[in-house]
């Protein structure tokens, strides 16, 4: 005779199976191990290099030819230097007799250098009063300076409030001041131009090719 919660009990021991299979007998891939794995490098050099035939570069430039990766590690190690894969999808690959450790801070400066060639400038903004005190000028065209020395723009902004309106030809006199203190570091991109209750002024680094200290050196 069956039970009338037969179909129930059923029920249960089928999850509780389906439980167990999916628990203990499908596994999951393993996820592959980090450590002990060998550091990752964008250049090859020396033992690292794994074709059996370079076309290698000699230490001052010249043609070596195209010959065994022994034979190019031992006259890299002659000339105690590395051998360096420069060119890893050339046919065959390329690679050159050389200071590592020299090469490899080249390449490091070259990328800083990109990478500042590239930086987004930035735009400063200092605000000014008409009557500005001459320490407090002072401080600002320091700010000035210093936003300017770093490759950023800067907006100067005159500001006037309340009764100051009648005070803008004085403020077109403070910029024009600010602007020629600061006329050997930078341009102005437009002409001081009143809007509403300020009066604004955009300035640009300006590039020199050397500094005059330098050159009285040379």
């Known amino acids: 005779m069956i039970h009338r919660d037969t179909p129930g009990l059923l029920q249960v021991c089928f999850r509780a199976d389906f439980f167990y299979f999916r628990r203990f007998v499908i596994k999951k891939p ?12 964008k250049t090859r050099i020396n033992h690292m290099i794994r074709v ?18 022994d034979e190019a590690l031992r006259q890299a190690r002659e000339a105690e230097l590395d051998l360096v894969e420069v ?9 050159k007799i050389m200071d590592f450790g020299k090469f490899k801070y080249q390449q490091e400066k ?3 250098e990109s990478k500042k060639k590239t930086h987004s400038l930035s735009i400063k903004e200092i605000k000014l009063r008409p009557k500005i005190g001459q ?3 002072d401080v600002k065209r320091k700010q000035a300076t210093e936003f300017l020395g770093e490759g950023n723009k800067v907006k100067v902004t005159m500001q006037f409030r309340g009764r100051e309106m009648a005070y803008t030809e004085l403020g077109k006199k403070v910029l024009d001041q600010l602007l020629l203190d600061l006329k050997d570091i930078a341009i102005p991109d437009m002409e001081a131009k009143l809007e509403g209750k300020s009066m604004g002024l955009m300035l640009s680094p300006k590039k020199t090719s050397k ?8």
């Open 30 to 41: 393993a996820r592959p191990s980090l450590r002990g794995a060998p550091p990752q490098t």
């Open 211 to 218: 500094p005059a200290e330098e050159k009285s050196e040379d």
């Open 135 to 137: 320490n407090d000028l």
């Open 110 to 112: 070259k990328a800083k």
């Open 52 to 69: 059996p035939v370079l076309r290698v570069i000699g230490a001052e430039g010249e043609q070596l030819g195209i010959i065994s990766l």
């Open 87 to 95: 060119a890893p999808m050339a046919d065959p690959p390329v690679a």
